[in-house]
């Protein structure tokens, strides 16, 4: 006789991975938990370098913007880690701007105004055509090359053992392999409100929760850094499961 199937744990398959959640030019907090995972990483003494996943929405919000992206700049240039950064929304958005000064209202007045202080540049003073366009000219000029890089090399999605790691979610019912960008990028209630399979555990940010969710299908670890103060990562190795955060 046969006892009870065992319920599969999600397993990184051996690896450590940290994942970072939504920064929004807060790069004090992510300078504290950078230290807190590279203190970790030393301890856990892995045979290959830990992963380090970074959600999206590096910009917008926050006062430090640029200084976000150049951190992660860094540290995906440090050898201790195997780095990959995520396309958010807000990402999305702050491209856009910088193709089409038209949508100058919905990223800048929305969010987008600490992103253009960041990098010394002020909001238009009226949404006029001229005006938009005077400020994107003014954005593209200032951005460095290694941010247009950056930004051109977000991917939307990255898979490890049992874990797929997105900005916002997944359409419930859509392949893994047929998610279109926008819900990876901007989908809320269709996916935080499905208890379906996803065929992977989806760690991902976006919608700001009080403290870390972990459900059998979904991990959330965006915890509202620019109203809270604190800033949330996950670490994977694995079957193991825990949380890491620093605070304002």
């Known amino acids: ?143 460095p090359d290694s941010h247009r890089a950056f930004m051109a090399g977000l991917r939307l999605s990255f898979e490890v053992g049992d874990y797929l790691f997105v900005h916002a979610g997944v359409r419930p019912g859509v392949p893994l392999d047929a998610q279109a960008e926008r819900d990876l990028i901007w989908i809320r209630y269709d996916f935080l409100e499905s208890d379906a399979a996803f065929g992977k555990v989806v760690v991902h940010g976006h919608t700001p929760s009080d403290r870390p969710e972990r459900k059998p299908n979904r991990i959330n670890v965006d915890t509202g850094v620019y109203f809270s103060g604190v800033l949330t990562a996950v670490r994977l190795e694995g079957e193991q499961q825990g949380f890491m955060q620093s605070y304002a």
């Open 1 to 143: 006789m046969t006892g009870p199937a065992r319920i599969h744990a999600p397993s990184t398959g051996g690896r450590l991975v940290y994942a970072v959640g939504d920064i929004h030019g807060h790069v004090d907090q992510l300078d504290s938990l950078l230290a807190q995972i590279a203190a970790d990483a030393v301890a856990s003494a892995t045979r290959e370098p830990p992963l380090l996943v970074f959600l999206g929405d590096y910009v917008d919000r926050g006062p430090h913007s640029r200084a976000v992206i150049d951190r992660i700049i860094a540290v995906a240039a440090d050898d201790r880690f195997e780095v990959v950064a995520l396309k958010g929304n807000h990402e999305d958005a702050m491209v856009r701007f910088l193709s089409d000064p038209g949508f100058a209202p919905a990223w800048i007045a929305n969010w987008g105004q600490a992103t253009l202080a960041s990098y010394g540049v002020a909001p238009p003073s009226a949404f006029d055509p001229a005006a938009c366009e005077a400020v994107q000219a003014q954005l593209a000029a200032v951005l």
